[in-house]
Nanobody, 124 residues
């Protein structure tokens, strides 16, 4: 069974950086896209970033463009989210998700597998 495990969350101050990791196991997909989503307290889960199967195409929500970078290392079955210049409004539980298709997408409906989430808290 497919398993996604996130790590790297924590408590930081505004302006700091964090790198989230998500390692996938138990799947047999040769090509798959990966995404990061987040959910702040009392808010809907929202798209953050996605990468296509090759890493050649990346997508970001407007609020993180220029600050966050998604990347993948398929030798390690791992996708990363480098988060710089963090703001208090970035505080949320961050989830990685796997989409068994090749194209990066912002739509949750295409992501069949989800991790358990990792908390990111940014203090002002």
């Amino acid at each position: 069974q497919v398993q996604l495990v996130e790590s790297g969350g924590g408590l930081v101050q505004a302006g700091d950086s964090l790198r989230l990791s998500c390692t996938a196991s138990g799947h047999t997909f040769s090509y798959y896209a990966m995404g990061w989503f987040r959910q702040a307290p009392a808010k809907e889960r929202e798209f953050v970033a996605a990468t296509s199967w090759s890493g050649g195409t990346t997508l970001y929500t407007d609020s993180v463009k220029g600050r966050f970078t998604i990347s993948r290392d398929d030798t390690k079955n791992t996708v990363y989210l480098q988060m710089n210049s963090l703001k208090p409004e970035d505080t949320a539980v961050y989830y990685c998700a796997l989409d068994p298709h090749v194209i990066a997408t912002m739509s949750e409906e295409y992501y069949n597998y989800w991790g358990q989430g990792t908390q990111v808290t940014v203090s002002s």
